[in-house]
């Protein structure tokens, strides 16, 4: 069996109940995020043995990412406690419109933020087949940057594979040129990259997939995959193989947060199956649209059954 590793920070997340700007909203609904846990649970799902690594408090808060991960199967012997540093959380708004809600986190300082190399067990990479990275890992601590360095290296020594999803978050990077020289560096290391079309433009300074491709193609990566959205993506790999897969249709946009994780894990999957890029970037497609179509990150990530009935559908 193929095992699956990732590294982040895993947060409580309150979902406003209601419309409208988060000061005003006094009921939330709690559910689990974090870009690459989102990830882990839905290499999971799929039957694949998943790895989390992580830090969280000694708090209710970890308690319950803790309780919510043990449940999707995911491996949490490498997720650590903090004495001393409390679990992040973020409060997300509620929107009707199809257009990105807001966020805000409370996650200076938290448990996950003191992940270090030293909580790496290079053990995990002697059987691991792929790692699984993102830009947010990199931007919520300088020792996570290390960690998640380190985990890079031990994962190339042992020939897993690395993919790594750009998840530009401004507002944990000091000042733009920080965040374009620390992602592309990591992005520039990494087998996959998945920019979505708005973060090319920032980390590629162009608008064209194809473009953006290119530019990280030149800097010895095998495969981009570049997020369109609803109208879908775009691949092209470093041995000439491109293309343009469509979007999925979807009836009503919920909330977009998480597609980005869930396009990861259909990617990922597919190609670790064995499937051709085109039918990996199609799994993408396939899986963001069905996390849009809903308000929480991993709620909408299919089971190995429900995703056969799926593709057997289209
Ligand atoms: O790029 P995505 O919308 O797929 O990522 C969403 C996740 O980790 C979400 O779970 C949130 O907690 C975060 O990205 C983040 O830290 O912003
Ligand atoms: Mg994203």
């Not at 109940?17 to 006094?26: D, F, R, S, W, Y």
């Not at 989390?52 to 308690?63: A, E, L, M, R």
């Not at 995911?74 to 929107?95: D, P």
């Amino acid at each position: 069996t193929h095992s699956f590793i990732t590294l982040g920070e895993a947060m409580a997340m309150f979902v406003a109940k209601t419309p409208g700007q988060l000061a005003n909203i006094e009921e939330f609904h709690r559910s689990l995020a974090g870009a690459e846990v989102n990830v882990a649970i839905g290499m999971a799902r799929l039957g694949f043995e998943a790895s989390y690594i992580s830090k969280v408090g000694k708090d209710s808060f970890g308690q319950f990412i803790r309780k919510a991960i043990s449940k999707e199967n995911i491996r949490t012997a490498w997720i650590s406690e903090s004495t001393n540093h409390a679990t992040g959380f973020m409060l997300k708004s509620n929107v009707t419109d199809g257009s990105d809600p807001k966020v805000e986190y409370f996650r200076k300082n938290s448990a996950a933020s003191t992940l270090s190399a030293t909580d790496i067990d290079e053990n995990l990479f002697k059987t691991g087949t792929h790692l699984h990275l993102t830009g947010i890992s990199i931007a919520v601590s300088s020792t996570m940057r290390e960690a998640t360095k380190h985990a890079l290296n031990l994962a190339k020594e042992q020939g897993c594979s690395v993919s790594f999803d750009t998840n530009l978050r401004p507002t944990l990077w000091p000042d733009e040129a920080t965040m374009i020289a620390n992602i592309n560096e990591f992005a520039f290391a990494s087998d996959i990259v998945l920019p979505g079309i708005e973060e090319g433009k920032i980390l590629a300074g162009s608008d064209q997939p194809e473009v953006i491709a290119d530019f990280y193609l030149q800097h010895g990566v095998k495969t981009v995959i570049v997020k369109l959205g609803s109208k879908g993506a775009f691949f092209k790999t470093n041995t000439g193989e491109s293309g343009t897969v469509a979007g999925f249709p979807v009836e009503k946009v919920v909330d977009t947060v998480g597609a980005g994780d869930s396009f990861a894990v259909g990617v990922i999957s597919a190609l670790l199956d064995g499937k051709a890029m085109e039918q990996a970037a199609r799994r993408g497609n396939l899986l963001g649209s069905l996390t849009v179509q809903v308000r929480g990150d991993s709620e909408g990530l299919p089971t190995r059954a429900h995703l056969s009935t799926l593709e057997k559908a289209v």
